[in-house]
């Protein structure tokens, strides 16, 4: 794996690959609230993994895995299919750094546009917002919660 960025507090970002999917399973199921539906299943991330377009970026804090990117560019259009960080790392800033990251990425592979969806009343879009994202649609009921609960999606997106 190669070191794509390093912070001055022992935070490094690398691309990872299918031997990373233990980590990006265990970073997952600490991050989403069973309530909301959000989190994805280790097959669902196992089966994208090798489509063309898709990278997965992993961020290590003093050398553990605490945060991941999973994101995929199709022509000119890109989208962040999945960020997380574990509870304990954050508010540190790699949340800002993987999306730092993503749209770095995707300026270098000459995307024009990104796309987001995420579940209204996540506090991460006040992080996407920030980043220039802005709504432009939105998805009834799409994710369902394991108690049954059904929650929207918001569609953000932002030129590059
Ligand atoms: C959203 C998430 C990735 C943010 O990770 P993080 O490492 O804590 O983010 P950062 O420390 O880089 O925070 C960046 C900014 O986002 C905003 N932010 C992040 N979490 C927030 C929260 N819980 N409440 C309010 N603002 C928040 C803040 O403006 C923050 O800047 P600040 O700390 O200087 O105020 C993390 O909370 C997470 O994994 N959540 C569960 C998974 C998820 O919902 N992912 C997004 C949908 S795919």
Known sequence: ???????????????GNSADLDSVVEIMDSAFDD????????SQCAGILPMPG???????????????SL???IADEAELLL??????????????????????????????????EVREGNPAVIMYRSAGFALVG????????????EFD????SREL
């Open 83 to 116: 960020l997380a960080v574990s509870p304990e790392h954050r508010r540190r800033g790699i949340g800002r750094m993987l999306l730092g990251d993503f749209l770095d990425n995707s300026r270098k592979l000459g995307v024009g546009r990104v796309h987001l």
């Open 54 to 68: 898709v990278k997965l970026m992993v961020a290590r804090f003093a050398g553990r895995p605490s945060g991941f």
């Open 71 to 73: 994101h995929r560019t």
């Open 153 to 156: 999606a918001l569609t953000l």
């Open 138 to 149: 939105r998805r009834r009921k799409y994710y369902r919660g394991r108690f049954g609960g």
């Open 35 to 42: 309530r909301f539906g959000e989190a994805w299943t280790r």
């Open 1 to 15: 794996m190669n070191a794509t960025a390093t912070s001055g507090f022992d935070l490094s970002l690398t691309q």
